[in-house]
């Protein structure tokens, strides 16, 4: 992973003599990006920066790398995993000069032109300065993996990794885009196919489009747009069967995670014990000898195994696993909130981005030689990951439903008018005919429409934040699962075949046996931090939100505009409610709307360069050797199991009721402020034989005492209902 920026006239002219200055504060911006080495070339219409961070060749892979007779400039952020596959294919003669993965696109593009790119894997942003045709050459990896960002007037261009680079250019705006991000479907998380490009969220910066190249002529602007690659791509060769398809996807996948974890640095993993990271971890081990594993252990991950699988699986493979303590106190402080956002520059930072910068950050400081991080993501988006959370405790067939009633959901967007007749969870009194004449456009295959979807979020959402989350503590992010091939079998798999290898994810479960565990192969999915932990994580940002008198709302209202957009006294009720009930999804959407001001204030007073700025206490680990054995000791290191008094008294909430009904005696039910929020039965003996003893004058020892049960035994469930604020102790 490197830093890489530039500037150049495209006018016809030559730069001014103040070009280097910029150049400069590009790096200086960017430095975290690339912290082991600084180049700059400034020559006639064109300027190239670059920061680098040395994983191939750190003796001469220095950029920028120009070609054998000085006509090709290049400065690239990334890696290209089949180089030496690459440069045999060029004609004979061809040298080159360095160890860099990135050369041989020099002499590609000298072969090809435009076509350059076609037959390469990897991942990266690339500027290419074409001094003969007198040409600028801009281009990303298929999914926009390694980010290029610019903004250009009728006299210059300007460009770099991170937007936040663009605004060291005084002609760059400096303006929070209200508009693009209050329409932009995914800051509201709202369900609806679109195939419309993500947003910057900033006025005047652009984003060079994944699977495109971009070239510019400097005499007059003029732009050539190449698409060199269109999702879902097409496979070169396509099985028939079930076993077809799982046997090449293997295959596909070790290669990729194979050519993922070739470094000439030391590099990690993320583990969170499900079988994505799991896949990676088996693979790169029999590759990588001392392959250092990091997991979250927080009170979210402790509840949903993530953080207990994570171990048993570095256990099995043989790796170092670092627990990294989140504890159920901590929270972050309004500053470091800042940071993290100013380093994402997307106010779709939330708790899972927080929780992997921490893990990098973590990592960096245990391992500081660590240079690159391997990562289960994006596997969920075109496996079929969502699929049976989609279907809602239905099949295939519900998952298919679900997908029909977003496409339906997403063309009715054109005409509202229509949507009374199709209510929401409701397959509505017409046929979809009424759609196609009114609005127009074919319905299609839904799951075609899916995936397409997914592959837009990946791009203003998954790799954005892999990359800045890694970035910030000088790592670059590996992802195995986004190497085209797999995406393109995948995508390609009959509709008679997906409920066979598309639920549930069993393409990859199936490949993977007898490489991971067998309990990870048959484990439901767990999305990190979410389940049965996941008001653990939201009462934490809550609190953030709440911390030092409301410190982060009260300045993103303070930002330009934001009084114009927000709903100052809606945002404190909204905050009031969290306050009394952080346990739902709407701490997410909260925080986002504070992000907008927050960003929008910080771009009209940009700050300093993410390398000049604290960043807090780096988190702890945990040793874990037996993790049954130090259960206990776990729970107290998290903050999961505070003393309790068993002489103390046990009473419901104010706001609690505990409800039955005299023919089912068994069945109880727990109503929270005049609603039944739980149903306590069979299912759930421990809370139900205990809520029905508490009556707020009998003892903890005497309640445990009447149900035959020790304080270990009954331990999880008190401290949950206590928790979950259900019960009190006098």
Known sequence: MCGIAGVARIDGGDLDAGATQLLNRFADVLAHRGPDEREMLCDGAVGLAF??????????????????????????????????????????????????????????????????????????????????????????????????????????????????????DPATPRRFAWEQALTTPALAAAACFTDTP????????????AGTILRIDLRDGRTHEHVYWRFPGEPQEVPDTVDGFVDAYRDLLLDSIRECATADAELGLFLSGGIDSAAVAAAAAQQIADLHTFTVLSPSTYRSEDAEFGHRVATKLGLPNHQVVFHVDHVPEPEEWKRLLWLLETPLCGPEIYYKYELHRYAKAARPELRGMLLGAASDEFNGGYSVDMAGGGDW????????????????????????????GNEGLFSDEVIRRFVGGETGDPYDQFIRWQYNKIQQYNVWHEDRTAAGSGIEARVPFLDHRLVELVAAVP?????????????????????????????????????????????????????????LIEEAMAAPEAATFIRADGLREYLRRLTDDPSGPHVELALRVVNLGLLAGMVADVP???????????????????????????????????????????????????????????????????????????????????????????????????????????????????????????
Not at 80 to 105: I, K, M, Q
């Open 51 to 168: 920061t680098r961070l040395s994983l191939t060749d750190p003796e001469s892979g220095s950029q920028p790398l120009v070609s054998d007779d000085g006509s090709l400039v290049l400065i690239a952020n990334g890696e290209v995993y089949n180089h030496r596959e690459l440069a045999a294919t060029l004609p004979a003669g061809t040298r080159l000069r360095t160890g860099s993965d990135c050369e041989v696109l020099l002499y590609l593009y000298r072969e090809h032109g435009l076509r350059f790119l076609d037959k390469v894997r990897g991942m990266f942003g690339l500027i290419l300065w074409d001094r003969r045709a007198g040409q600028l050459v801009l281009a990303r990896d298929r999914f926009g993996i390694k980010p290029l960002y610019y903004h250009r007037d009728r006299t210059r261009i300007v460009l770099a990794s991170e937007i936040k680079a663009l605004f060291a």
């Open 198 to 209: 993500g947003t910057t969220w900033f006025e005047g910066v652009s984003a060079v489009p």
């Open 397 to 424: 067939g519900h998952f298919e439903s679900h997908l029909r009633s977003i496409a339906r959901t997403s063309q009715l967007r054109a005409r509202p008018d229509l949507m009374p007749w199709w209510p929401a």
């Open 495 to 551: 509709a008679h075949l997906r409920p066979d290898l598309l639920w549930d994810k069993e393409i990859l479960r199936r490949g993977m046996r007898g490489y991971v565990p067998d309990e990870v192969i048959t484990r439901p999915k767990q999305p990190f931090f979410y389940g049965p932990g996941v008001a653990y994580t939201y009462r934490m940002m809550s609190r953030m939100l709440e911390r030092h008198g409301a410190a």
């Open 608 to 730: 300093p360069p993410t390398r000049d700025t604290p960043a807090g206490p780096v988190p702890r680990s945990v040793p874990v050797t037996d993790w049954e054995a130090q259960r206990v000791d776990l729970e107290r290191t998290i903050g999961l199991r505070p003393d309790l008094d068993v002489t103390a008294v046990p009473r419901l909430a104010d706001d609690v009721l505990l409800l039955t009904h005299p023919a089912d005696a068994g069945r109880w039910f727990l109503a929270i402020d005049g609603t039944i929020e739980y149903v306590l039965d069979d299912d759930t003996p421990a809370y139900r034989d205990f809520l029905v003893r508490v009556d707020g004058t009998t003892t903890l020892a005497v309640i445990l005492d009447d149900m035959g049960c020790t304080l270990d035994t009954l331990y999880p469930t008190v401290s949950d209902l206590i928790e979950r604020r259900v019960v009190a102790l006098a």
